[in-house]
């Protein structure tokens, strides 16, 4: 069994990539022995569809499973089209993403959790890199969408921010400890 884990480095003590198209590296792990191999994505730059290139590269792979944080449209349709359970959600280290697959704790997901685009960077918004499109475009709406219609839309996003979010103060906890240690 294998197993892709999206990453944004190339060893099991990487910080998960909640990007599935546009991550860095692809974890392909056998959970039960633990072995593993860091595949760089060659999609993440990709001008678009990265997600479906994606998809493909995890399908010629030969991988039974794939654990993200967020899968658009294009990408789930392939990997569930190959038969590939995808379970999204997933945060922190791909470790700790192995931990909660093993245990059970992740559930298949039953469709896209982002919608056509998520991980494209903004242009000319003013918005950082890798923040997304607009949300009326990420979400196929328009403004004149019904109020409750754009919150929804917008749920995705926000989540996929917040583990961002969590991720990054993660991150600076264990710079500032080595830090720290270092100055010892």
Same mark, same amino acid.
């Given at each position: 069994?294998?197993?892709?884990? @999206? ?13 599935? &198209? =546009? ?9 039960? @022995? ?22 493909? @590269? ?5 991988? *039974? +499973?794939?654990?993200?944080? *967020?899968? /658009?449209?294009?990408?789930? $349709?392939? !990997?569930?089209?190959? +038969? ?8 922190? @280290?791909? =470790? ?5 697959? %093993? ?11 982002? &919608? ?11 918005? +950082?890199? &890798?923040? +997304?499109?607009?949300? $009326?475009?990420?979400? /196929? %709406? ?5 109020? &409750? ?9 926000? !989540?996929? !921010?917040?583990?961002? !979010?969590? $991720?990054? $103060?993660? =991150?600076?906890?264990?710079?500032? %400890?080595?830090?720290?240690?270092? %100055?010892?």
């Amino acid at each position: 069994m294998k197993i892709a884990i @999206t990453s944004s480095g190339d060893n099991l003590d990487s910080q998960m990539d909640p990007r599935f &198209g =546009r991550c860095q590296y692809f974890m392909i792990v056998d959970p039960d @022995t633990m072995d593993f191999e860091a595949m760089p994505n060659e999609s993440a730059m990709a001008s678009g569809g990265a997600g479906i290139q994606a998809a493909q @590269t995890i399908v010629n792979v030969g991988i *039974n +499973g794939v654990i993200t944080g *967020n899968v /658009g449209p294009n990408a789930f $349709e392939v !990997l569930s089209a190959a +038969g590939i359970e995808t379970m999204t959600g997933a945060s922190g @280290t791909v =470790r700790h993403a192995l931990e909660l697959y %093993k245990s059970g704790s992740l559930q298949s997901t039953a469709g896209a959790t982002v &919608g056509s685009h998520a991980g494209m960077p903004a242009m000319g918004s003013g918005q +950082g890199a &890798g923040q +997304g499109m607009g949300m $009326e475009h990420m979400a /196929g %709406k328009s403004a004149q969408d019904a109020p &409750g219609q754009a919150l929804a839309a917008k749920e995705p996003h926000i !989540l996929m !921010l917040e583990k961002e !979010l969590e $991720e990054i $103060e993660l =991150r600076l906890a264990q710079m500032k %400890k080595k830090l720290i240690d270092m %100055k010892k």
